[in-house]
């Protein structure tokens, strides 16, 4: 399953990603709203998202 983790701290994103890649998800990351809503957008869009409560964009 893919999914999306989108935060603008960088140690953030690394640590989710590595730990769903530990699970065996398939990591999207974006590192600004506006790049999270283009994935989200997107025709192959994951099916769950871990999004940062406040983050520019």
Do not use: C, F, K
């Not at 960088?10 to 990603?17: A, G, N, Q, W």
């Amino acid at each position: 399953m893919r999914v999306l983790v989108a935060d603008d701290n960088l140690i953030s994103r690394r640590l989710l990603e590595t730990a769903l890649r530990q699970w065996d998800y398939e990591a999207v990351v974006a590192s600004h709203g506006n790049e999270a809503w283009e994935i989200l957008r997107s025709p192959n869009a994951p099916r769950l998202a871990i999004l940062d409560w406040m983050m520019p964009g």
